[in-house]
């Protein structure tokens, strides 16, 4: 038996049978340790591919309340309450990454934002070769004190090699200085062929920006703003980001003033992309999560089950709906 096929059927005994490593060992005549280099070269190449299903909680009715609420699919990631937020970002992005495997095939175009949970997600992702496919960076990544290009041009770069699929860079900065720069840009023709190939994701995948919190978004803590945008975005309302496209809690976003500079893909063009997910763990995401929910930008969302029930919590208390009674419980306490 070549490795070929000794990689298929410990693949299949393992997975499909619910066959012991010991005995698959027996078998195959190999070490149990030979068998596991099997089954995670199987899983690195896309012979076996990890699809999520919609789980249950240890807070039951979160995720069903998130879904009939917002009209979305959920993935609770079930977390010990002990968890710091590094590690719930950990399995959000562990869980995001075997979803967008198996979401991504052949002929498709992959849209990608940057930041703190895009990088954790890349780090994830297993090897599942495609034919004719496209990752396109979806808002741009230069500022006055770096051009982006090193930071965002892995992170991309990893989710082509991932999928042996063609990498498109989008080389702007993440806010013009002025508008009309931002305007003028728009028409040459070197951008305007990566914003083409913006519009024709099939996915969109991103997390949220918050102002602040325990893993704080990159564009907040990177440089990408000075203190006289926070201000103004303060005065403005604004809660947070999708994309470095400013949110206020509602939802809206059309009349913010730093939003005519931004580089990033604005709520409306998002709902043109079929599949939008959405990662996030951190209960200081869980206000701007809930203004992006609100303006539709979100078909997939993964969550950890704390930033989940904080999530139900507040859009409870402002909407009226009744909480799930795990989530009332903790609310009471």
């Known amino acids: 038996m070549d490795r070929e096929e000794s990689l298929l059927a410990a693949s299949s005994m393992y997975y499909l ?6 005995t698959i060992a027996g078998h195959l005549h190999m070490s149990r340790s030979s068998v596991s280099r099997l089954l995670k070269e199987a899983r690195a190449t896309g012979v076996v591919e990890i699809t999520l299903r919609p789980t249950p909680s240890r807070a039951p009715g979160v995720g069903s309340y998130i879904s009939s609420a917002f009209g979305v699919e959920v993935y609770v990631v079930p977390i010990a309450d002990s968890a710091s937020v590094a590690e719930r970002l950990e399995q959000v992005a562990l869980a995001t990454a075997r979803m967008v495997t198996g979401m991504f ?17 890349a780090k994830h992702l297993g090897k599942k070769p495609t034919r004719g496919s496209s990752i396109v960076q979806l808002n741009g990544a230069a500022n006055n004190r770096t051009s ?9 770069s990893r989710f082509g090699d991932a999928f042996d699929a063609s990498v498109n860079l989008f080389p702007v ?3 013009f200085d002025y508008a009309e720069t931002r305007r003028a840009m728009w028409r040459e023709r070197s ?9 024709r994701a099939d996915i969109a995948l991103f997390s949220i920006g918050a102002v602040a919190g325990e893993v704080p978004s990159h564009v907040y803590s990177a440089g990408y703003l000075e203190k006289e945008d926070i201000d103004i975005l303060e005065a403005e309302g604004v809660v947070g980001d999708v994309c470095t496209v400013f949110l206020r809690a509602d939802g809206t976003y059309e009349d913010l003033s730093l939003n005519e500079r931004a580089t990033g893909p604005t709520p409306a063009e998002l709902r043109r992309m079929p599949r939008r997910v959405c990662a996030v763990a951190g209960d200081s995401k869980a206000l701007p999560l809930l203004a992006a929910l609100r303006a539709g930008v979100i078909t997939h969302l993964v969550i950890d089950e704390q930033t989940a029930t904080r999530l139900v919590e507040l859009d409870a208390a402002q909407s009226l709906r009744p909480l799930p009674s795990r989530a009332a419980a903790r609310a009471a306490r």
């Open 17 to 22: 049978q619910d066959i012991k490593m010991d």
């Open 105 to 121: 095939d052949s002929d498709m175009v992959l849209g990608v934002a940057w930041g703190t949970t895009l990088a954790a997600i």
């Open 148 to 156: 982006g290009v090193e930071y965002v041009g892995s992170l991309i």
């Open 173 to 175: 900065p993440a806010f």
């Open 191 to 199: 951008i305007a062929r990566v914003l083409d190939v913006q519009r």
